[in-house]
């Protein structure tokens, strides 16, 4: 099937490139073999608490959970965070289905990131350009019930692939990180801008230069609108957008922790931030002090330090809880206050590389390469839903997974050129 296709995949960047940290074959079977034979404790799948907000009855949740492979996958748990959950959580049941297919990018689409009220997304390509979408405009796809999507407006100014997106708290503003070491501000046009228009040049509200190699992650804080950027270059740096100087902070100046790969502000204390790298470890920052605070580190006995590469770090909104994306397969959680190993999951069959926490912090949606789409109930653990999204492309699928921040949309980004949005 997938060679059938292969004739209509879009031009793809070389392999080596774009991307961060791939095991070899070998490496990854090898690390597959290892970590079930050393692993105790198999993974659970209880018929109740697990499937509020995203499943329905019991018979749904037996026909979409096929787990396949994962059935003989295990974990090893530490210790386990209770997590408060709202009294009216039935409201939220739920089962997501793929809705609208984004098609114009030509190449990988690396990132996207939700408007935070509106309907409306912004994805970053392979391609050096990021699009605007509005999912209200829409046209019925050929042979399907989904609906295909066209974009509304092409966001033209970087010199290479496009790696990160973020948008403002207001909607208004994104910014972007590309190979070509810059992060480029934007002022977003509104979601009935006519996609025939006139170029309007206040759209780039301006450029910050700083980084010195690809910016692989950024994360923005609506408290102080303030931006992270991680990059290649191997800093961290804050900035605060408006001002003549816009760079307030660089992290991790000297590598003391090696390469960073992902960054979020902490979800509970906007005045930290945790920051991931290709050792494996996440480290938790006092942005004022510039200091390391905390030091989670994810390396087992035994492993390869490219087995704990870390792909991507969130952390949570509520909770003093980081967690983090492994190319091993793993999902690991862990305690901000100790640094702590809260709990470990082999969560997918191949690399994990996107990670999202839903708006109210019950549930947390991973992206892999092993083309699939999963949602966890964070209380217990478990695997509430499995979406298969994208194709394969040399070996990558899903490079980015997002929930709307105050809508019952979730979206993900994938090497096959196309971002799809479920409902």
Not at 149 to 175: C, D, N
Not at 298 to 321: C, D, F, K, Q, Y
Request: hydrophobic share 35%; aromatic share 8%.
């Amino acid at each position: 099937m997938i060679a059938d296709l292969r004739d209509d995949e879009p031009p793809h960047v070389p392999f080596g490139v774009v991307n961060q940290a791939r095991l070899s074959a070998a490496a990854q079977a090898t690390d597959r073999e290892g970590s079930r034979a050393e692993e105790a404790e198999p993974l659970t799948f209880p018929s109740g608490g697990g499937k509020s907000f995203i499943m329905g009855s019991d018979d749904v949740l037996e026909s979409v959970l096929g787990l396949g492979d994962l059935a003989d996958l295990t974990v090893s748990n530490d210790a386990d965070y209770s997590y408060d959950l709202p009294a009216n959580k039935d409201a939220f049941r739920k089962t997501w289905n793929p809705k609208y297919t984004l098609r114009s990018h030509f190449d990988g689409v690396r990132a996207l990131a939700f408007h935070p009220v509106e309907p409306v997304l912004v994805t970053a390509s392979e391609d050096h350009t990021l699009k605007l979408w509005n999912l209200q405009k829409t046209v019925p796809a050929k042979k399907s019930t989904s609906l295909d999507v066209e974009p509304i407006y092409t966001f033209r100014a970087h010199v290479g692939p496009v790696l990160s997106i973020v948008v403002s708290s207001s909607g208004e503003q994104g910014f972007s990180g590309g190979m070509d070491s810059t992060i480029q501000w934007w002022n977003i046009p509104g979601s009935n801008v006519d996609p025939y228009d006139t170029y309007d040049p206040s759209v780039l509200a301006g450029t910050f230069l700083g980084h010195t190699d690809a910016v692989w992650g950024l994360a923005f804080s609506g408290i102080k609108n303030r931006l992270l950027s991680c990059s290649a270059d191997g800093t961290i740096r804050l900035w605060n957008p408006p001002e003549k100087s816009p760079c307030v902070g660089t992290y991790n100046a000297d590598k003391e922790h090696g390469i960073p790969t992902s960054v979020d502000f902490n979800g509970c204390d906007p005045a930290h931030m945790v920051a991931s790298f290709h050792s494996g470890n996440a480290v938790i920052y006092d942005l004022e002090t510039s200091q390391a605070t905390t030091v989670m580190s994810s390396l087992a006995e035994g492993t390869l330090p490219s087995g704990n590469h870390i792909n991507r770090v969130v952390s949570h909104p509520t909770l003093p809880v980081t967690i983090t994306a492994h190319e091993d397969r793993h999902i690991k959680f862990f305690d901000n206050k100790s640094g702590k190993l809260i709990h470990a999951m082999v969560a997918h069959l191949d690399a994990v590389t996107s990670l999202a926490v839903d708006p109210n912090g019950i549930y947390l949606m991973s992206g892999s390469h092993d083309c699939s789409i999963r949602l966890w109930n964070l209380d217990s653990k478990t695997c509430v839903q499995e979406i298969t999204a994208h194709r394969k492309k040399s070996d990558e699928s899903i490079y980015d997974v997002a929930f709307h921040p105050s809508k019952a949309y979730i979206a993900s980004a994938g090497a096959d050129a196309l971002a799809k949005v479920f409902v």
